[in-house]
């Protein structure tokens, strides 16, 4: 357990009464040491306070839910090709599943991927990169992997009709936490995939929270987002993945 400023400052003052001697003039000696060491390790600690970087405890929010990986081995290849297209090598579980909702959440999952991709650096069109950006969110704090989920679910309009973000105001966020490394990435404020995988960084490094940046309001429907949110922590985004596989 890593101790406060304030428990050692305890720790020390009780040192120095228990080795205090008792007769006048030395105890007002001691007495004298102890306010002035007292006092020095006050100045310390606000300097310590102004030095350190503020972070946040993690997490605000409940997280989101390790979800169920493609069970198709194949399944990657098939979405980078919808998304470039192109028609499939050959006709995949993803490429053949009837229900709507299923297919909406299949979808999903991999926009999910694709934000990873981005947060780390990876090609979101290519399917090595969602396989690699697969196995990171499952490493990602659970406040990251709620946001993750809930703003891949909002672009898909799983809950509801397709939704946005103010992608210009996401990035001004992050410069207001000084991630400023962050906000110069290639596409961010401008494009959907690299801004939401900014914040994905940003949620990771801990330097704000889930909560903070839906108080910003920087989604196109926040009543909307909220319902995205809770779907995904009473694990609806889960169960859905799991029926979906189940029909493979």
Not at 14 to 28: D, H, I, K
Request: aromatic share 6%; hydrophobic share 40%.
């Amino acid at each position: 357990m890593k101790a406060s400023w304030t428990d050692f400052v305890v720790q020390v003052s009780g040192v120095l009464r228990l080795q205090a001697p008792q007769n006048g003039n030395s105890a007002c000696s001691a007495q004298k040491a102890r306010k002035d060491l007292l006092l020095s390790l006050a100045a310390a600690a606000v300097v310590s306070r102004r030095t350190e970087p503020v972070r946040h405890s993690e997490p605000d929010l409940a997280g989101g839910d390790d979800l169920p990986r493609p069970a198709d081995p194949h399944e990657w290849e098939s979405f980078v090709c919808r998304q470039k297209g192109q028609a499939s090598p050959r006709q995949r579980h993803y490429d053949t599943v009837a229900n709507p909702k299923l297919f909406a959440a299949a979808t999903a999952r991999m926009v999910a991927y694709q934000i990873v991709a981005c947060a780390g650096g990876l090609d979101p069109l290519e399917p090595a990169a969602l396989r690699e950006a697969c196995a990171r969110l499952d490493r990602m704090l659970r406040s990251t992997r709620l946001f993750v989920q809930a703003a891949a679910l909002f672009l898909c309009g799983v809950c509801h009709t397709t939704g946005g973000f103010d992608l210009p105001k996401l990035r001004r966020f992050l410069g207001t936490r000084s991630l400023w490394e962050l906000t110069e990435r290639p596409g961010v404020g401008g494009q959907a995939l690299p801004t939401l995988g900014a914040v994905a960084s940003g949620l990771e490094s801990q330097r704000f929270t889930l909560k903070d940046l839906v108080a910003t309001r920087p989604m196109s429907d926040m009543d909307h987002f909220r319902e995205t949110v809770e779907y995904v922590k009473a694990s609806g985004f889960r169960e859905d993945l799991e029926e979906y596989e189940d029909r493979g």
